[in-house]
C-alpha cells in the first residue's frame, strides 16, 4: 500500500509539471466552478422573459437577450451546468461499460471475444448521430434518455482499446509466472491488469467526456435536447430556430459556442497531459 501511495503522489507531481495538463486541470476547474456556483452568478432564472427581444449586450444583460428576451448570459451559466453533468455521467458510465467489456474480451478470448469483436464492428460501422435521432424520435427527449444514447453508441471505443492493452499485459512475462504458482484469472484481472490499463482508462475518460459534450450538444442543437433543461447546444438550438444566425445577432451565438470550445479544450489538453505522463514512450525523461 505504501509503495502505490508513493507511486501515486509522483504520479501527480509529474502530471502537474504538465503544461498541457495544467492548463487543461485549471480551465475543468474553472468550468466546473461556474456550474456549481451558477445559482450565484446567474442574475436572471434561464427561461424567464426580462427585455426586449434582440437586445445587444449592455450593463444590465452581460450577453444580451434573445428572440423571447431570455438572459443569454444566465442561460449560458446554467447551460454549463447541464452540458458539464450530462458530460460527466455519461463519459462515467461509458468508460465503465467499456473497460469490463474490453478486460473481460481480452481475458476469456475465444467465443466470447470474436462475438463481441463482431458486435463492436457493427456498432462502429453506424452513423451516430443518426442512430441517436432516430431513437430520440421515439421517446421523449431528457437528459437521462440523452445520457443513455451516448453511453449505448460510445462505449464500443474504449473497449476495443482496453482490450488490446489488456492482451498485451497479458504476454508479459510475470503474468506467466503468477499463472506458473496457480493464480486464478480473477486474481490476474485485479492484481496485474486493471493497474496496467488504467492509464489507458484515464486517459479514455477525459477524451469521452469531450465527446460527450460534443455529442449532447449537437443533439439538443438539432431540436433533440431536453427542453425543461437549458445546455449550450439548446441556447445554438433557440438561435438557429429564431433566425439570430441571419439577423445578425451574434450574441445569441458566441458565448455556448465559446464554453462548448473552451471546455472540449480543457479535457483534450487533460488527456494530453496524461498520455505524456502516463505514456512511457511519450514521457520526457
Known amino acids: 500500500m505504501a509503495v502505490v501511495r508513493r507511486r501515486g503522489l509522483e504520479t501527480l507531481k509529474l502530471l502537474f509539471k504538465s503544461k498541457a495538463f ?5 480551465i475543468i476547474v474553472l468550468v466546473s466552478a461556474v456550474a456549481i456556483l451558477a445559482d450565484h452568478l446567474a442574475t436572471y432564472p ?16 452581460y450577453f444580451g437577450t434573445d428572440d423571447m428576451g431570455r438572459d443569454i448570459y444566465s442561460m449560458t451559466i446554467y447551460g454549463t451546468r447541464v452540458s458539464l453533468t450530462v458530460g460527466i455521467i455519461a463519459a462515467a458510465l461509458t468508460t465503465a461499460l467499456g473497460t469490463a467489456v ?19 464492428d ?40 482496453v482490450r488490446a492493452q489488456t492482451i498485451v499485459t497479458l504476454e508479459y512475462m510475470f503474468i506467466e509466472a503468477a499463472k506458473a504458482i496457480g493464480a486464478s484469472r480473477l486474481y490476474i484481472a485485479l492484481k496485474h491488469v486493471i493497474p496496467n490499463v488504467i492509464p489507458v482508462v484515464l486517459t479514455s475518460l477525459t477524451l469521452n467526456v469531450r465527446g460527450a459534450i460534443l455529442f449532447e450538444a449537437s443533439l439538443s442543437f438539432l431540436g433533440f435536447g431536453d427542453p425543461e433543461n437549458i445546455s449550450w447546444g439548446t ?24 464554453m462548448i470550445m473552451i471546455t472540449v479544450l480543457g ?8 498520455d505524456e505522463v502516463l505514456n512511457p514512450r511519450l514521457r520526457k525523461v
Not at 22 to 26: I, N
Not at 46 to 61: A, D, M, N, Q
Not at 102 to 120: E, P, Q, S, Y
Open 22 to 26: 495544467l492548463a487543461g486541470f485549471s
Open 46 to 61: 434561464p427561461l424567464e422573459f426580462v427585455g426586449r427581444p434582440f437586445t445587444p449586450p449592455s450593463r444590465r444583460f
Open 102 to 120: 474490453g478486460i473481460t474480451c481480452g481475458m476469456l478470448r475465444g467465443i466470447v471475444d470474436a462475438f463481441t469483436m463482431r458486435v463492436i
Open 122 to 161: 457493427f456498432l462502429l460501422s453506424l452513423p451516430y448521430l443518426a442512430v441517436a435521432l432516430a431513437i430520440v424520435a421515439f421517446l421523449k427527449p431528457s437528459l437521462w434518455i440523452m445520457i443513455l444514447i451516448i453511453v449505448i453508441l460510445s462505449w464500443v471505443s474504449t473497449a476495443k482499446i
Open 235 to 258: 441556447i445554438l438550438f433557440f438561435a438557429r430556430r429564431s433566425g439570430a444566425f441571419t439577423a445578425g445577432a451574434w450574441w445569441n451565438i458566441v458565448p455556448p459556442g465559446l
Open 267 to 274: 479535457f483534450t489538453l487533460v488527456s494530453v497531459g496524461l
